[in-house]
């Protein structure tokens, strides 16, 4: 076939990626574009069986440049089974057992609302 091949939207890009201390869990940040919003996702991932034991939307924002750079945040270790994201405002989004998959804290919706024109 000719011509350019057809240019494929990209819809998911690993954001970052950070194994456990103990190297048991990985976990990622995974940033899902729709039309006009950007969700960031926390995904974490036993590396023995490949079981994903979280997934869930972090936080979503305006598809725009400014929300992007103040919600995308860091993604920290804060003890051997436990991981935390924060954003650059410094506000803890969420802390989670990677164990288990439960949350130990989650940010309120009216945080999240911040990052976008509602």
Not at 1 to 17: D, H, S, V
Not at 72 to 84: D, E, H, I, Q
Not at 85 to 100: N, P, Q, S
């Amino acid at each position: 076939m000719r011509g350019k091949p057809e240019l494929k939207k990209e819809t998911n890009k690993i954001y970052k990626t950070k194994k456990s201390p103990n190297g048991m869990f990985v976990a990622r940040i995974i940033q899902i574009h729709n039309e006009e919003r950007l969700d960031f996702v926390l995904e974490i991932e036993n590396s023995k069986n490949k079981q994903i034991t979280y997934k869930k939307v972090v936080v979503t924002t305006d598809n725009d440049y400014l929300s992007f750079r103040i919600a995308r945040g860091n993604l920290v270790w804060v003890s051997l089974n436990t991981v935390a994201v924060w954003d650059r405002l410094g506000h803890k989004l969420v802390e989670v057992a990677a164990l288990t998959g439960r949350e130990n804290y989650r940010i309120s919706n009216e945080h999240c609302s911040a990052y976008r024109r509602d």
